[in-house]
C-alpha cells in the first residue's frame, strides 16, 4: 500500500542523487597519467553524446523497501534543462522535479507546494553540484561542470577500462569506460567525505545512440545511506521536449529543511 511517507522516500531520493552527503568509503584508483588526446580533452565516443534532446519512460525502485516501484518519464534537453515527472497511480502525475542552469525545482501537487533551491543549497562550499553534474549523471554523459580551477583531464588505460578524471582543488569528476561506454561516473571531494557514483548498464542501440537501459546510483551518509535504481523502459532522442520551468499559482513554498527533515524523520 502507498503511502505519504513512501512517496516521500522517492523524492527525496532524487533529491539527494543532487545532494552529495558525507561518505566513509574511498575508491583507490591507479596513478594516472596526462591524456594524449589534443588539449587534453576526451576522446572516447564523441558522436556518441552529440543529440539535443532525450524523451524516455522509466522506473525508480529503492532496495531498501523492496515493493517501493515508481513509474516516471523523463525530458531532457541537452544543456539547458531536465524535468522528471514522477507518476505512482495509473500514470497521474504526483510530482515533479525540474533541474534549470540555476535551480532545482520541486512540485507536489498533492499538497500544492514547490521547492526551488539554487545548487549550492544543496552541497558545502567544498563540492560546487551544478547542472552539468545532474545532466552526466542521469544521461551516461561526460561532462566537464566547472570551467574554474581545474586542471587538465587525464586518463589511464589498462588492457579493457580507460578512467578519465579531472581534478578540482577540493574534488574530482571520473568516468570510466569500456568500449566507448561509460560504465561508471563519480562526483567525489579528495578526502571521500563527499560521493555519489552511477553504474551503467544494459547498453542498447537507440535511434543510433549506445544508452544504458539500467543504472544504480549510490549516495553514502553517516545519516542516511541510500541506494536506488532505474530502468529506462523506452528511450527517444532528438524528439521535441516540452519543460515547464514554472509552478502553479497558488501553490505554497516548501523549504529544502522541510523536504530533508520529512526525510529523516522517517522511522
Known amino acids: 500500500m502507498w503511502s505519504k511517507k ?8 532524487v533529491a539527494v542523487l543532487f545532494a552529495v552527503s558525507g561518505c566513509k568509503q574511498k575508491t583507490e584508483l591507479p596513478a594516472l597519467q596526462p591524456a594524449e588526446s589534443p588539449n587534453n580533452r576526451i576522446t572516447a565516443s564523441p ?20 515493493s517501493l516501484n515508481i513509474k516516471a518519464t523523463v525530458s531532457v534537453e541537452v544543456g539547458k534543462s531536465i524535468m522528471i515527472s514522477l507518476q505512482p497511480l495509473l500514470g497521474m502525475e504526483m510530482y515533479r522535479i525540474v533541474c534549470t542552469q540555476e ?32 545532466e552526466a549523471l542521469l544521461c551516461n554523459r561526460f561532462c566537464d561542470p566547472l570551467q574554474e580551477d581545474y586542471n587538465d583531464f587525464t586518463s589511464s588505460c589498462d ?12 574534488y574530482y ?14 562526483f567525489a571531494s579528495n578526502d ?16 543510433g545512440y549506445d544508452f544504458p537501459m539500467a543504472a544504480v546510483c549510490n549516495v553514502r551518509s553517516e545519516k542516511f545511506p541510500l541506494s536506488f535504481n532505474i530502468a529506462f523502459e523506452s528511450v527517444e532522442f532528438n524528439a521535441d521536449v516540452t519543460i515547464s520551468e514554472t509552478f502553479p ?17 522517517i522511522k
Open 103 to 134: 535551480y532545482i525545482i520541486f512540485i507536489d501537487k498533492l499538497t500544492h507546494s514547490y521547492m526551488a533551491e539554487p545548487y549550492k543549497n544543496f552541497t558545502d562550499k567544498n563540492y560546487n553540484l551544478n547542472y552539468d553534474m545532474v
Open 6 to 13: 513512501h512517496f516521500i522516500i522517492i523524492i527525496a531520493a
Open 47 to 66: 558522436n556518441n553524446q552529440n543529440y539535443r534532446t532525450l524523451k524516455a519512460k522509466a522506473s525508480l525502485s529503492l532496495p531498501m523497501i523492496n
Open 173 to 186: 569528476v571520473e568516468f570510466l569506460t569500456q568500449n566507448n561506454q561509460i560504465y561508471r561516473t563519480t
Open 159 to 170: 588492457a579493457e577500462t580507460t578512467i578519465y578524471r579531472k581534478q578540482a582543488p577540493n
Open 192 to 207: 571521500g567525505n563527499q560521493y555519489v557514483m552511477a553504474d551503467y548498464n544494459s547498453f542498447s542501440k537507440k535511434d
Open 249 to 265: 499559482s497558488g501553490y505554497n513554498k516548501l523549504s529544502l529543511e522541510t523536504l530533508t527533515q520529512s526525510l529523516f524523520n
